[in-house]
């Protein structure tokens, strides 16, 4: 979603740029992990976006957002290894390019948030998330 609302060329824009404004608007909370924010700055990258980002901008951008009291950050707590135990038990084909997708999963679990609003269709494999993908909702 972060990367479609940056990316004003791409089909999305809109829809995910009008989507964060809302949640920007929104004073409930809305929650980002670290492994969200390192993905977003592949905005660095020219396979991600046509006209990469600088580091400095791709950060400026997350701290715009980090710094906003409704944003926040889930962070590992003393249940994060009993968690993550307990979710590979339960999803042991869990692995390769699905173990970032996983660490936001668990951090979820951990924290009690359920609802995950993605275009990311990998994390439709938690059966504890309720996947909404803004755009068709």
Known sequence: MLVYA??????????CNDFLEGRVAD???TYFTWNVCYEYLRVT???????PRSG???????EFLLD????????????????LQMTL????????NLIHDLHTAVLMREH????IYT???????????????????
């Open 89 to 96: 038990g339960e999803l042991p084909d869990v692995r390769a």
């Open 45 to 51: 990258h020219p396979r991600v976006l046509a006209a």
């Open 119 to 137: 275009r990311d269709t990998d994390f439709h494999r938690f059966p504890f998330l309720d996947v909404v993908d803004p755009l068709r909702a």
């Open 68 to 83: 906003l009291e409704s944003f926040r950050l889930l962070m590992q707590t003393d249940r994060h290894r009993q968690v």
């Open 56 to 62: 400095v901008e791709a950060w400026a951008f997350l």
């Open 27 to 29: 004073p409930s909370p």
């Open 6 to 15: 940056s990316n004003t060329d791409s089909d999305f824009f809109e829809a």
């Open 112 to 115: 009690g948030i359920a609802r």
